[in-house]
């Protein structure tokens, strides 16, 4: 598994971006990650000064034509499965690893005293709980600007009692960054920890929602 990041920023018009990245960076990394910034020629005097500490500019590499693409950043897998680490931490007893497959990041899930594999072979619960930490780290690693609602649709269909308390931890955590979250469920045992239920019946064909 790598342990390293690469923030990829080759455009002018990105320095600002790459500025706002890099601050985030340093503020969740205490240089235990080491970050490249891979640059043109053309760019280098304007983008070096963001060097130093953990981050690294890195002047005309040939990695950047493999990643650049538009001004676009590609956060490889170290950076991301130590946010997806921090979120999961005491709540599961699995993992949740970005591995890096030639052009392409795969998913895997790994278990104590077992290999890590693909997150498709993973349980329902556990691919519900995966995919919304995996939400969350990408919240972290960007500063991007992000929507003000968040939708969770039947994301407890999956769940069994083993996982409805670290479910409902995350859910708190996905609160902090929405003004608004929108949780679609037929459970029950959801409706308590939502601030507000909105109920919807179906009557001769129409649905109506009672609150």
């Known amino acids: 598994m790598l342990d390293f990041a690469f923030l990829v920023q080759s455009y002018r018009a990105d320095f600002e971006f790459a500025q706002r990245m890099i601050e985030s960076f340093r503020r969740h990394n205490s240089d235990s990650i080491p970050m490249f910034l891979l640059v043109s020629t053309q760019d280098a005097p304007l983008f070096e000064p963001l060097g130093g500490g953990a981050v690294t500019v890195v002047v005309d590499e040939p990695l950047s034509h493999h990643y650049a693409d538009e001004g676009m950043c590609g956060l490889l897998p170290g950076y991301i499965n130590q946010e997806i680490a921090k979120v999961l931490t005491n709540l599961t007893n699995f993992e949740v690893l970005f591995e890096e497959d030639g052009n392409k990041l795969d998913i895997f899930i790994k278990h104590p005293k077992h290999d890590p594999r693909p997150l498709s072979m993973a349980s329902g619960a556990e691919k519900t709980m995966a995919a919304m930490a995996i ?77």
Do not use: C, W
């Open 135 to 211: 939400r969350l780290a990408f919240l972290a690693v960007s500063n991007l600007p992000t929507s003000d609602i968040m939708v969770l649709d039947e994301p407890g269909t999956a769940l069994d009692e083993e996982h409805l308390q670290a479910f409902t931890q995350l859910l708190d955590m996905i609160k902090v960054h929405f003004k608004t979250t929108l949780l679609i469920s037929h459970l029950d045992s959801l409706k308590d920890i939502v601030d507000l239920t909105l109920d919807i019946s179906k009557k001769e064909g129409y649905a109506y929602i009672n609150q």
